[in-house]
């Protein structure tokens, strides 16, 4: 097997231990924190979502159906952009400390950050996760792989942003709104 691919894959194997480990860590030390949940499955579609991206686009990006011939280009474009994303991730973890959570909850001392990336907009955690995914695809050099992986991956979170924010609204109300006001999703001045 092609060194690129097996390096696509051991990076997406850690890139998921690395989630898995942050949810266990979070889960062990919030469950007494927890005041309210507004999840709503979100993060199990979301995981549904990703899965479908993942096994779509691996499928067709072990194979030449769609592939882009500068190989060599387009992987280190894609790396470039997953250690890009896996930065923005956990600089906003980091940023939201006690705050962060995998699920859609309220916990105790709930507070609204709006400092470092959280200062223009409101999910840069959630836009860590699409550079990620978006570099993994983009490694392949395979522009159907590219779509097979992101259509699903973006419907999961978009569909999770709609869950979060209403919760947010119904926790904090005109406080929320007034951020809404001043930011944007995903990305500054656009969206």
Do not use: C
Not at 63 to 70: A, D, S, W
Not at 74 to 83: E, P, T, V
Not at 96 to 111: A, G, P, S
């Amino acid at each position: 097997m092609d060194i690129k691919l097996q390096t696509i894959i051991y990076f997406s194997y850690l890139y998921g231990f690395f989630e898995i480990f942050m949810s266990v860590r979070q889960r062990l030390k919030r469950k007494q924190d927890i005041v309210k949940s507004g999840d709503k499955s979100s993060i199990w579609i979301l995981f549904i979502f990703i899965g479908i991206g993942y096994f779509l686009s691996f499928m067709i990006g072990f194979t030449r159906i769609g592939r882009i011939y500068n190989w060599d280009s387009f992987f280190a474009i894609g790396a470039i952009l997953a250690i890009i994303g896996l930065l923005i991730r956990i600089i906003s973890i980091l940023t939201l400390k006690q705050h962060f959570t995998y699920t859609v909850t309220k916990i105790d001392n709930h507070e609204l950050i709006d400092t470092g990336l959280y200062k223009n907009i409101r999910h840069p955690g959630y836009l860590g996760q699409l550079i990620i995914f978006f570099g993994i695809s983009i490694a392949f050099s395979n522009w159907i792989s590219m779509i097979l992986m992101m259509l699903p991956v973006l419907i999961g979170y978009l569909n999770r942003i709609r869950v979060e924010e209403i919760f947010l609204i119904e926790q904090m109300g005109q406080k929320y709104l007034d951020y809404q006001e001043r930011t944007k999703r995903l990305i500054p001045m656009i969206y």
